[in-house]
Structure formats: C-alpha cells, structure tokens
Nanobody, 116 residues
Framework: QVQLVESGGGLVQAGGSLRLSCVAS????????MGWYRQVPGKQRELVAE???????SYVDSVKGRFTISRDSAESTVYLQMNSLKPEDTAIYYC??????????WGQGTQVTVSS
C-alpha cells in the first residue's frame, strides 16, 4: 500500500508561483512513476506532469516552460514548481503514483486558485 499526501496549494495572482509537494509513504520502493494531475468541475482529470524513478519527465503542452516536476533522492516526495501561473491553471491538483505492478494510488488533492 502507498499513501500520498499533497500540500502547497492556495490562492495566487496571475503571474505568481506555487510549489506543490506530494509525500509518499508505505511501500515507496514499489513506486515507478509519480505525477500530477488536475481537474476542474465538469471536466476530466488531466495529466499535468509525470516523472519516472529514473528521472524521465513529461508535461502537458500547456504547462511546458512554466512548470517543473522533480523528485527527491529518497524517491518519496515529488514536487511541482509552478511559475507564471494563469487563471486557467485553477484546478484541484492530485498526486498519482504508479507501482511497478501497475497499481495506481491517488492523493486527496489540493486546490490551486489563480486570480486574474
């Protein structure tokens, strides 16, 4: 079992920055990919960024150049540095972990609100 706890969300003005954190506990050795997704009411949850245990990253086009995903050396925490935030980045951000056995775990989500 893996538990994920997100933090770092909040209210920020357009152009500002936030840093989200997701701390994993439990069977962290089993985690391969970790990522951040976001969801707004009435829309599907979408991938924002993900990172593999080996450090390979991928981003949705709308955040490239503005967001950076990283992972600590202990492989237990993943971060999402969000710069140049836009009102359209407003969403609930969820942390996701995928194990080598392809089991998926989700965090409880953290609200990010960007005011114009």
């Amino acid at each position: 079992q893996v538990q994920l706890v997100e933090s770092g969300g909040g209210l920020v003005q357009a152009g500002g920055s936030l840093r989200l954190s997701c701390v994993a506990s439990g069977a962290i050795f089993s985690i391969n990919f970790m990522g951040w997704y976001r969801q707004v009411p009435g829309k599907q949850r979408e991938l924002v960024a993900e990172i593999s245990r080996g450090g390979s990253t991928s981003y949705v086009d709308s955040v490239k150049g503005r967001f950076t995903i990283s992972r600590d050396s202990a492989e237990s925490t993943v971060y999402l540095q969000m710069n140049s935030l836009k009102p359209e980045d407003t969403a609930i951000y969820y942390c996701k972990a995928i194990t080598y056995g392809r089991t998926v775990y989700w965090g409880q989500g953290t609200q990010v609100t960007v005011s114009s």
